[in-house]
């Protein structure tokens, strides 16, 4: 789904998705946007900010009550995302106008092979996973300890959703760099153990002795039970 009240851009979005094989809706509007959005359940949405109706951060908030679309947000001015992301409306990605039409195919294409727990077509995993006082909601992409929401950055949901998706699953750094970030990413693996170390943190895994992320040793990480 195009939401762009820039038509020629909306166009021209849309011609290049078609191509890559997607069926493209366009909305012109914010308001129309989310009514649209509820009946055609879009799996992407690339959403200007600045539309009349509604604006993009308030068809984003909108969006994500009903859902779980990969968002790309088009802004005016670079310095625009550091706002957006402070306000963690919940996009997935941003692209400051202008840009390459080709480059916004490869992000999304790179989006797509991320794992999407809780899309609208796999009903199972997107089911609230419970781990002792620890509840995972894959579809609000929300964690709880012990009734308190965690504030999780977009890669550590990411890593805790897979891990909790097969808890009895002992998954190898590669293996998480696969369905984490994407499998022709290049870098230093243990980067998965330094986003884990600051998962471990946020769910208190120092002060009160529980772990819900276990080391598997010479293989990587399982999901525990919290004990
Ligand atoms: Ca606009």
């Given at each position: 789904m195009v939401v762009e009240d820039e038509t020629s851009l909306a166009t021209l979005l849309g011609n290049y998705l078609e191509r890559d094989g997607f069926d493209v809706t366009v909305a012109n509007d914010g308001l129309k946007a989310v009514e649209i959005a509820r009946v055609v359940d879009p799996d992407i949405v690339i959403l200007d900010?600045?539309?009349?109706?509604?604006?993009?951060?308030?068809?984003?908030?909108?969006?994500?009550?009903?859902?779980?679309?990969?968002?790309?947000?088009?802004?005016?001015r670079s310095d625009e995302i550091d706002t957006l992301i402070g306000l963690s409306v919940g996009a997935d990605d941003y692209m400051t106008k202008p840009f390459s039409p080709r480059e916004l195919m490869a992000r999304i294409q790179v989006m797509?092979?991320?794992?999407?727990?809780?899309?609208?077509?796999?009903?199972d995993?997107?089911?609230?996973?419970?781990?002792?006082?620890?509840?995972?909601?894959?579809?609000?992409?929300?964690?709880?300890?012990?009734?308190?929401?965690?504030?999780?950055?977009?890669?550590?949901?990411?890593?805790?959703?897979v891990l909790s998706e097969r808890p009895s699953m002992a998954f190898s750094r590669q293996q998480l760099i696969e369905a984490v970030w994407d499998s022709n990413w290049v870098g230093d693996p243990h980067l998965v153990d330094v986003h884990i170390g600051h998962l471990r943190r946020?769910?208190?895994?120092?002060?009160?002795?529980?772990?819900?992320?276990?080391?598997?040793r010479g293989v990587g990480y399982r999901m525990g039970t919290g004990e």
């Open positions: 900010l600045g539309l009349p109706g509604l604006d993009g951060i308030e068809v984003c908030r909108q969006l994500r009550t009903f859902s779980n679309a990969y968002v790309v947000m088009l802004t005016a797509l092979r991320r794992p999407r727990n809780g899309a609208p077509n796999t009903i995993t997107a089911q609230a996973r419970t781990f002792g006082p620890l509840t995972i909601d894959p579809l609000g992409r929300d964690v709880w300890l012990a009734g308190e929401a965690v504030p999780l950055t977009r890669t550590e949901f990411d890593l805790l959703a946020k769910l208190g895994s120092d002060a009160d002795h529980t772990e819900f992320i276990r080391t598997v």
